[in-house]
């Protein structure tokens, strides 16, 4: 990235966990900037590099917060009364993007060990570190995604406790936190399948943290295989499985869906929402084209051991938002060669359920979390 200051020009690193390009015009700024103004110039693009108190950064962040929330107000509003549904859904993705944007032209600049020179600056090397890894030289960062690096490192080291595990989940930047704690609590009481004495490997596609991998060792499984083709949450997992002290039942593997040979469990917990993610984070939420869905019921059946199940814990929020029908899902279960043997329902239990002024409470309030315990289909006896 590249901007002047004092007649000279300056380079660093730009970093993005979006992946957004670098601002095309920045500017230096310090505490003699209102609120109104910065909120202006960076509603045109505008970034501002920041010269003067770290605290007071974080202020300027928050009074721009509010001006975009006043902003919008009334287009959510509109969204309220309005029946959810795809336009519904795309409208508000659209505002939330907005938001990001002109909260992300506020910048911070760190040198190669991660300090910042601002007056109060905190310590934040070692969240970056977390974060990034090893530092790649002097770089500039939305004071925006900053503060979400500092946030996330505090809650990676405090953890999340889970009563379904017995324990707590650290999860680590950039990879999906099982805040929503009902999917887990339904791995943990599911029953196990008819030929669980003689279930040998269990296999947890798209592991994330590792946490329903942990929960099916501590349900009596010897063997669990966590996959997933993210290197931090490999890194994520591999440290929750260790500090739970599985791993001598659990291991965390590369690859995008099924070891080589059969298995009679394999769990897959894939995004819920089919639509493009805006970050590496929203990948937890958002599974473009329904490809980890399609791709674990596609090859479900030839992985499984005869009498193995396949257990999918899938939430039917997208069902309410009109992005995907139950009888596609039907479809497409029954099109892999599986049957339905059974399935758990359980009511969402995070904030956004019950909040009334989130534009989508309604679908929210009818959502369910199911696990879907399916199996290979059973030969047709007319057919032999």
């Not at 974080?58 to 336009?87: E, M, N, V």
């Not at 396949?310 to 099109?335: K, N, P, V, Y």
Request: net charge positive; with cysteine; glycine share 8%.
């Amino acid at each position: 990235m590249a901007w002047t200051e004092n007649g000279e020009s300056r380079f660093a690193r730009w970093q993005s966990e979006r992946g957004s390009p670098p601002p095309k015009t920045v500017i230096t700024t310090d505490d003699r900037m209102t609120a109104d103004d910065a909120y202006g110039l960076a509603c045109q693009g505008m970034a501002m590099l920041w010269r003067s108190d770290f605290q007071n950064a974080r202020q300027l962040l928050i009074a721009l917060g509010t001006r975009a929330d006043r902003k919008s107000a009334q287009h959510l509003a509109a969204i309220r009364r309005s029946q959810p549904g795809p336009d519904t859904f795309n409208r508000i993705r659209q505002i939330r993007a907005q938001r990001a944007r002109t909260l992300g032209m506020l910048l911070i600049e760190l040198d190669s060990d991660y300090r910042s020179a601002l007056r109060r600056a905190p310590d934040v090397t070692e969240a970056c570190l977390h974060a990034y890894g090893p530092s790649q030289g002097p770089m500039v960062v939305s004071l925006r995604e900053l503060t979400g690096v500092i946030g996330a490192y505090q809650w990676a080291s405090r953890g999340i406790e889970l009563s379904a595990l017995g324990g707590r989940i650290h999860p680590h930047y950039g990879v999906f936190a099982p805040t929503r704690s009902e999917y887990v609590d339904l791995v943990a009481r599911a029953p196990s399948p008819a030929n669980a004495a003689h279930i040998d490997t269990a296999i947890d596609i798209g592991t994330g943290t590792g946490v329903l991998a942990a929960v099916l060792a501590r349900r009596g499984l010897r063997r669990v295989i966590g996959i997933d083709t993210d290197p931090r949450a490999i890194a994520c997992a591999i440290d929750n499985i260790e500090r739970l002290g599985l791993s001598n039942r659990v291991q965390i593997q590369h690859g995008a869906f099924f070891p080589d040979g059969h298995a009679s469990l394999i769990v897959c917990n894939p995004p819920w929402v089919p639509a493009r993610p805006g970050s590496p984070l929203e990948r937890g939420i958002y599974d473009e084209g329904c490809a980890m869905l399609r791709g674990f019921l596609d090859g479900l059946a030839a992985h499984l051991t005869p009498d193995g199940e396949g257990w999918l814990i899938l939430s039917d929020l997208a069902e309410h938002l009109g992005l995907r029908t139950r009888e596609t899902l039907l479809q497409w279960i029954d099109a892999a060669g599986l049957e339905v043997a059974g399935r758990l329902d359980t009511r969402p239990n995070h904030p956004r359920s019950s909040d009334s002024n989130d534009p989508l409470q309604a679908a929210r309030r009818a959502e369910l979390t199911s696990l879907w315990r399916l199996k290979r289909k059973r030969p047709d006896p007319s057919l032999t």
